[in-house]
């Protein structure tokens, strides 16, 4: 018999970020920037950060807790105006054998660029 259950000790479709030049990646699990325990260079919260190279794939997974990986409403954005390419996905190396349930559903993820307002 086929258990039809999923294996929620591990996230297995992490977020994948490339940067088009080297750059500092940050990450906000909430998307509040006035909340997180650490400040960026521009004054917003964030949780972590991670230096990636110029095209180099990163995959950013979710802290949990176990059973709760969940990446909807997360910031992930640079502060030097560097373009980043983000993906969703699963990762073949986080998933196991027989898990029916663990689908493949990844997308790309729209940029949505900060609001530049000037006052003349």
Excluded: C
Excluded at 2 to 12: I, K, L
Excluded at 32 to 52: C, E, H, L, Q
Aim: charged share 15%; no cysteine; proline share 9%.
């Amino acid at each position: 018999m086929v258990s039809w259950t999923t294996n929620r000790q591990r996230d297995a479709s992490p977020i994948w970020v490339t940067p088009v030049t080297t750059t500092t990646v940050y990450v906000d699990y909430d998307g509040i920037p006035t909340t997180g325990p650490n400040t960026d260079p521009a004054g917003n919260r964030y949780d972590v950060s991670f230096a990636v190279q110029a095209l180099q794939s990163r995959k950013i997974f979710s802290p949990g807790p176990a059973g709760f990986y969940d990446h909807a409403g997360w910031r992930v954005y640079t502060v030097d105006n560097t373009r980043i390419a983000l993906a969703w996905g699963q990762d073949g190396a986080s998933s196991s054998a027989g898990q029916p349930t663990e689908l493949d559903l990844g997308t790309t993820v729209l940029p949505f660029p900060s609001l530049v307002a000037y006052n003349p």
